[in-house]
């Protein structure tokens, strides 16, 4: 069966979608026309996500195919599925539907291979797979279930060696540190189900396995993690262990997986991990396949988890997106230095926004501030956007943005430079988590972006789930013909309250409890005030919720709930007498976005030293003629980082500075570049020095 994308389709997507513009017939029609097995390097703003949302609209315009088969379509962040399904869902809501799936890599991979992997070796689906509460389980599993060797035995026990393996080499650091380092090498540990190991560090080094003199200890390990896995608590990765123990011995799963998704279009590729990329080409790209795959991405921005010289993705058969909508071509320019690979020279940043009639370019600024003037960068950035109008034009509902590397830092009194220090940025909670530690973050931290009180009315829930795990109770449940003990889930608590009869002065019925939660969850959204809710719901957990499940509250419970503390959370818009909003901002949580002008602010980021200066680190092995021939990115020369905290910045930056459509602004601190500004103004950037001129003139006065 062979399907093409018609271009009367194309016609209609350009319609809805580019407000009737049209997509060039060099690069994108080309792209959106391709079906075939392919890997797109796309730029920044080059529109990437809107091109494979119009061929998802082309190709949904044939549905259903004759072969039964449907659609996958998968990305990174939940933000891309949302944005993806945002724009498509109105439009062909029969994309959404069987046998299509569109969703993140982890929740294909739990859907059709971790959960019924689980079910099948443990008799549970999944019920929290979450990294936090796994840390919790570990941190659990070290302190109260691994015991030191006692006095006068003489082999030494797990706990021992553990400790010993995760702090080897580690010099002089305290007790509390050592016991946090081995908490941490426990979490990161990789456990191969199909070969029997368990692997640890970046290269899978075998630490135990069945077959061998530390059986024992493998064993010790494996029943703990097992007993996670039949209580259906499982870290994102491994979802993706259990996958692949399932592919191994259910080959036929991959076949039926490949007959249902005759296309598979996968978005953002460079924030992939090897063992996520491993685990779609194992399901999808053997010779026998007949899916089509197209992966898209940009490896210069693989900035996610951690920055890496190379990403795991290795691009075959490319294609390029190289022309960017968002970027000015001067800008533009400037960016394409940024690059970290480029790809046989063939993929550059080239700047395609169209100016408007009258308008002129905008100059990239370098604005110079010092320690004592760094206050004064806010009013700085909204003095240079009014100075160009850009308040007043149409674009400035992509908003305007402060961003940094880094947003707050552990050691804040060494006077090295971060968000939080500069604009009393304090992080807001963005990975829209299920589970804290407290009942005061449960009722506050919510996810504030959905428009209902879904989001509030299951984060309550969760918080009581919470409590009942706290105090270790548990459901009878029938899997396949066998009664086992599992932790509740929201819905095994529903399940209990309806049919709870409470017999008493009075009748708690399940309408009453839905009433209860109604109310806590609507004065949760539409109240500032938090505290009297949290009393209340405090007060239903001692007493109703604890008669109910006949609970002791235990002293992890009682922590759980002991107090209310107002969460620290920066409002997101900073609105001033004008009208002219700026949001503070991390680099990472602005990538993918749009905005009409940025200002990127150097901070310290782990090490007391600033981007301006990482790019220019030489490395370890530079001769003094190789140190002297180094060139900066920031001065429009292709760039020649080398070492790894050079490359972190390299790559912040490329994804940093690409945000905006109109105005880029750089602050950095006077002393760092003091002695390149020529360089800086040969490169075509404007220098806007007033903050570091004030504080001179200050000192002087002062002498």
């Not at 970290?340 to 002129?360: A, H, M, P, S, T």
């Not at 007493?543 to 006949?550: A, I, L, R, V």
């Not at 782990?606 to 001065?635: G, W």
Request: aromatic letters at 12%; one cysteine or more; proline letters at 2%.
């Amino acid at each position: 069966m062979t399907i093409e994308i018609e271009d009367n389709h194309i016609k209609e997507a350009e319609q809805i979608f580019i407000n009737g513009n049209t997509f060039d017939e060099k690069e994108r029609v080309p792209f959106i026309k391709n079906l075939e097995t392919c890997d797109l390097l796309a730029v920044p703003g080059s529109g990437k996500t809107t091109a494979l949302i119009v061929k998802l609209y082309c190709l949904s315009k044939q549905l259903p195919y004759k072969d039964g088969s449907g659609i996958l379509v998968l990305a990174h962040t939940n933000a891309t599925v949302d944005e993806i399904e945002k724009e498509l869902k109105k439009h062909c809501p029969n994309l959404f539907e069987y046998p299509n799936f569109i969703g993140t890599i982890q929740s294909f991979v739990n859907k059709f291979l971790a959960n019924p992997a689980n079910l099948i070796k443990y008799d549970s689906y999944i019920v929290k797979n979450d990294d936090d509460i796994y840390k919790k389980e570990v941190a659990n599993f070290y302190y109260n279930n691994l015991e030191w060797k006692q006095t006068g035995e003489t082999m030494q026990k797990l706990k021992n060696l553990l400790y010993g393996k995760a702090n080897h080499n580690r010099g002089n650091i305290s007790t509390k540190e050592k016991n946090q380092n081995t908490i941490d090498f426990i979490y990161y540990l990789n456990f191969d189900f199909i070969n029997r190991k368990i692997l640890y560090g970046g290269k899978n080094t075998t630490l135990y396995k069945y077959e061998g003199a530390a059986k024992e200890h493998y064993l010790e390990i494996t029943n703990w993690k097992e007993n996670l896995f039949r209580n259906g608590i499982l870290s994102y990765k491994d979802s993706f262990s259990l996958a692949k123990w399932y592919l191994h011995n259910f080959p036929k799963v991959k076949e039926q997986l490949q007959h249902r998704f005759k296309y598979v279009f996968i978005d953002e590729m460079q924030d992939l991990e090897e063992y996520q990329i491993d685990i779609i080409d194992n399901v999808f790209f053997d010779k026998n396949s007949k899916t089509i795959i197209q992966r898209i991405g940009d490896p210069n921005q693989s900035i996610y988890n951690r920055v890496k010289d190379e990403c795991d993705w290795k691009p075959r058969n490319i294609k390029y997106l190289n022309g960017s909508i968002r970027l000015s071509a001067k800008n533009a320019e400037l960016i394409n230095c940024f690059t970290y690979r480029n790809e046989e020279d063939k993929f550059q940043v080239i700047g395609e926004r169209k100016l408007l009639k009258d308008e002129k370019e905008i100059l990239p600024h370098l604005v110079l501030f010092t320690s004592e003037t760094k206050g004064q960068l806010k009013s700085k950035f909204e003095e240079i956007i009014k100075n160009h109008n850009l308040h007043k034009i149409e674009e400035r509902n992509k908003g305007f943005r402060i961003i940094g590397w880094t947003g707050e830092r552990a050691n804040e009194g060494d006077g090295n430079l971060c968000l939080h220090t500069i604009f009393g940025y304090n992080k807001l909670d963005k990975t829209k988590k299920e589970d804290f530690d407290t009942l005061s973050k449960y009722i506050q931290l919510f996810n504030k972006e959905k428009q209902t009180l879904e989001a509030v009315r299951k984060s309550i829930l969760n918080a009581l789930i919470a409590v009942l795990r706290f105090e270790d109770k548990k459901i009878i449940k029938k899997i396949r013909g066998r009664e086992v003990e599992r932790f509740y889930t929201k819905s095994d608590l529903i399940e209990f309250i309806k049919n709870y009869n409470y017999e008493g002065d009075y009748l708690i019925t399940y309408e009453i409890f839905k009433d209860k939660l109604y109310n806590w969850s609507f004065n949760l959204v539409t109240s500032k005030n938090h505290k009297p809710i949290f009393d209340s719901i405090k007060n239903f957990i001692e007493n109703q919720f604890k008669d109910w499940f006949d609970l002791k509250l235990n002293p992890k419970t009682q922590l759980f709930i002991l107090e209310f503390k107002e969460e620290n959370r920066i409002v997101k818009k900073i609105i001033n007498e004008d009208q002219l909003d700026i949001e503070i901002a991390t680099v990472h949580s602005v990538k993918g976005q749009t905005h009409c002008a940025t200002m990127y602010v150097e901070t310290a980021y782990k090490t007391p030293i600033y981007e301006t200066l990482k790019l220019k680190e030489p490395s370890k092995n530079s001769t003094i003629k190789k140190r002297e021939a180094k060139t900066i990115p920031l001065f429009k020369q292709t760039h020649s980082c080398e070492t790894p905290s050079g490359i972190e910045a390299l790559k912040m930056m490329y994804v940093g500075f690409s945000r905006p459509t109109h105005l880029l602004c750089f602050a950095v601190l006077g002393e760092n570049v003091k002695d390149d500004l020529e360089k800086f103004k040969n490169a075509g950037w404007k220098i806007v020095d007033d903050l570091v001129t004030i504080y001179s003139k200050s000192q002087n006065v002062k002498e």
